[in-house]
């Protein structure tokens, strides 16, 4: 207690020092920029209002980006060049192999049962009278951090030696229809999908609600006019609300694929990338931090980075569309 | 907690009342409190500063300056101590930068080695040699030695080669405590034929998943073949896929993979090490190779004592020609200076009469021969010191902390893990793990 407060008061003076110092900084630039006058006006204000987001961008985004490159040609100190073995490494290595698998597989599978299950849901909420109350029960498990969530499906999937009672949900619902507990996490490859369903059941509240925002913004008149002329059911579904929120189905699915792609808690959390499980950022966290191995850690980084690009690319063509479209 | 602050009161009550009376009666009879004549070679430090840094922190570091309290007003030496969990990168700062301590309290064998190699390390004075000589084992030496010459007593130690097991269980069974490997195992058939599970395993820890069965290698390697062979294989120059660290492997698969005794292989690979052995108490499994800070991990309330819930045994020896081969850490006093008043301090650091004086105050174990085992108050720290302080104890430092962290905090965790979840062949271990060592 004592120890907390000895130590709290200098934290305090220091965020008042830094807060206070931020505006008082602002507060000089806007004055100069305001004394701007005439033709200045312009590149005044220019380098105002871009210029601390470029400096900041280009400090914490573009320059450690660079630095990354670059580390990703050096050693394990950084104190080598080695040309491409790094990149060799992460293709040719067989566990690196399984590493790049089931990132791929994370890839492929989650993010479109995330969205098709949040899709699914959405459309059966916007039909039922009193939907708030399922709906925030669905939405909660995304109040939950990955690594909470891990700890909790833990118990779903534990096994335990046979000097030890059996505590696993999922061995004793297996157990009632007649078969035997299993030690589930080891059980490669169904313990990669293990390891899915629970982002899928962090994220699906997620994409759930995103999407039932979509739904309700549909104009009544046109689902009316579609009725009238005898579209129900599926055939509503597929040729009104389906293309009115197709926009924000692409959101939700790119934002899903960007999150399976670093996904990093939960392997680390379940299985420690043991057992075959093992994905890209977990192998990044454990090259950089544990192994103290920068180049290899780069190497992971910049492959993940280059991964990430085409779903960017796809993102930012889409919402061009939508503009032109308007 | 209660200890570190009614150390921290005390040195400071200390501190006042020796100023206090120096001031009326002078410096003579000042020191009233203590019994100064174990203090009488220390002469010509009075006033003197001594610094000493190291990673040992609060409330730990309260207690070790109350352990030296009389030393220091005795002998009117001022230490200086400064803990920091930075301390293995800031060691080598601060060396290079030439502000080095006079004392650095250094707890891996590497870094020493490190350390030395910058040509700033001093060897040991005499009376550290004397000490030495006096209360530890050659290993012991061996280890603070680098390239032939000796340069750093030890203080503090702990100790890893334990089994975990109940009194209770053993005496309700009428099993008796193993002296001898062979003997662990005929007792684990025993209870095989019992149809009890002898051993409790669990490698399971989050990203550092496996290490528990790094350490089983370790304690068998050293058991079977001694210290040197130990050290040439943490530098590689044994390699994992030679015919003495394979047989080594074999021997802890047909230990702790033998279904047998442990039941379900592969669920050592799922348990955590802190689950492992919590039934043990209960007789659900029998007996658990851990370390000795693992009683920390028992339901509060076990009691833990030679007679009681559950207890320990010293991990039996293989090979009769490695005695008493003790697996643990410690840390080393490396001196940076060799003022008269550092090398006073340095001698006193390795004296039992230090090393008493902090086993009196708290949780803590020397493998200095000169504590009485009695002064020890936990059975566990009593039984640790028994096997370090042996004078002809071969004594470990955990081998994959010492090797590269591409092998040992990477490949040697993974590929163990792999080797209990996937019975992966034990030569395909060892080439995977071989592999993985960093070209030179």
Redesign the interface.
Known sequence: MNNFLSTAGPKFAQVFIAVFGFLAILAVVFWIAGRANGRKVKPVANIVFLGPAALLLILGLIVPAFQTIFFSFKGEDSSKWVGFSNYKWIFTDPDMRRVLVNTLLWIGVVPIFTTLLGLLLAVFMDRMKRESLPKSLLFMPMAISFVGASIIWRFVYNYSNRYQPQVGLLSAVVKTVGGHPQNWLLDKPLNTFLLMIIFVWVQTGFAMVILSAAIKAVPADIVEASALDGAHGFRLFRFITFPAVRSTFIVVLATQVVGALKIFDVVRTMTGGNFGTNVLANEMYSQIFVQFNQGKGAALAIVLFLLVIPVLLFNMRNLRLERSER | MTISKKGRFASAGVAAVALIASMITGVGSAHAAYNCDPFAGYKGIKGKTVTIFTSILDPELSTMKAAWADFTSCTGVNIKIEGSNQFEALLPVRVKGGNAPDLALIPQPGLLAAMVKTGKVKTAPAGVVANVNKYYSASWKNLGSVGGKFYAAPLGSNMKSLVWYSPKQFAKNGYTVPTTWDGMLALADKMAANNQ?AF??GI???????WPATDWLEEVVVRMYGQQTYNDWISHKVKFSDPKIIAAMQKVADWMQNPKY???V??????SFQ?AG??IAAG??NMLQQASFYGSQLPAGTNISPTGDVFAFYLPTINASVTTPVEGGGEFTTAFSSRPEVQAVQAYLSSATYATSRVNLDHWVSANSGVPLAAYKDPIDRLSAKYLADPKSTFVFDASDAMP??VG??KEW?EF??WF??GKAIKDVAAAIDAAW?KA
């Open positions: 599970t409790c395993g399971g820890s989050g990203g550092a998943t496996g442990v039941g379900d592969k669920a050592i690979a799922s348990t689950d919590q039934t659900g499994c962290a591409a905090a990477g993974t893990t792999a979840a996937e960093p």
